[in-house]
């Protein structure tokens, strides 16, 4: 994508640069020491994103949406979705609520089981691309509702974030975006065919180029609108219009 966006990336982190960009996988980000010798006057993406544990998400989701994905496990009556509070572990479970304290556990969080099927096989998520003050794209993602919180997927499609999301819907997500700190990433969102309300169930700083199931005739498309709003949307403001500047990824 650095070639659609025209970004130049330097590799050695003493160079002279005129962004940065916090790519860190753990779930509670510390602060890298490089940060503390970058020059205040030089942007650094990312840099409020500092905790995408899942209790996190949770709060920040009631805060910013008026209504909560999280349920008490020991007085909700019905399907309850158990998952761990670390991210990329993929083992949530569909236990039925209420539960006794010995069936809790403090490592997990408890939330409401996420009705997104789409027929008697399948289901479907959203995953949500945020550049700045954008959602350039919205990837669809189908996977067999017997392993619906598995990594991999049937196949995934690229649509117009105005097909699927109101405009109301939009600015939730992007006000969520905001409250969390993140300038750049993905977030994951289902709609429960139940309600059809929206959820925020995972967030990530460290997205990928394109999910690997994207139907190949989409990639070129995906990359030209993440590169779009990435450059125009985010880059460009922050650098207040520079012509030519380059940045590094920051490791933890």
């Known amino acids: 994508m650095s070639g659609h966006a025209r970004i130049k990336f330097v590799a050695d982190a003493a160079a002279t640069f005129d962004l940065a960009i916090c790519y860190d996988h753990a779930d509670v980000r510390a602060r890298p020491a490089f940060l503390n010798s970058i020059p ?3 942007p650094v993406i990312n840099r409020r994103l500092k905790d995408i544990r899942k209790s996190t998400v949770q709060k920040a989701f009631s805060h910013c949406f008026g209504y909560a994905l999280e349920v008490d496990p020991l007085s909700y009556a019905g399907p309850i979705v ?13 236990l039925v609520g209420p539960l006794s304290s010995d069936d809790t ?18 289901v479907m998520d ?4 945020i ?9 669809l993602k189908y996977r067999p509702k017997a392993s619906r919180f598995a990594s991999s997927n049937n196949w995934v499609e690229m649509v117009e974030t105005s097909e699927v999301f109101s405009d109301s819907e939009q600015k939730q997500i992007m006000a969520f975006a ?9 977030i994951d969102v289902m709609r429960d065919c139940r309600d059809e309300r929206i959820y925020i169930v995972d967030i990530t700083g460290t997205p990928g180029v394109v999910p690997k199931d994207l139907r190949p005739d989409h990639v070129d498309c995906a ?8 450059r125009f949307r985010l880059i460009e403001r922050l650098l207040q219009g520079k012509s030519s500047w380059s940045y590094p990824f920051l490791m933890s």
């Open 126 to 129: 959203h995953r949500v691309v």
């Open 223 to 230: 990359l030209e609108r993440m590169a779009w709003g990435l």
């Open 82 to 94: 158990c998952k761990s509070e670390a991210n990329y572990a993929h083992d949530g479970r569909v």
């Open 131 to 139: 550049t700045g003050s954008v959602i350039p794209l919205v990837y």
């Open 178 to 186: 905001q409250h969390v700190g993140l300038d750049y990433g993905e």
């Open 105 to 122: 556990r403090e490592d997990c969080v408890y939330q409401k089981l996420i009705n997104s099927e789409i027929n008697e096989n399948e």
């Open 40 to 42: 205040p006057q030089v």
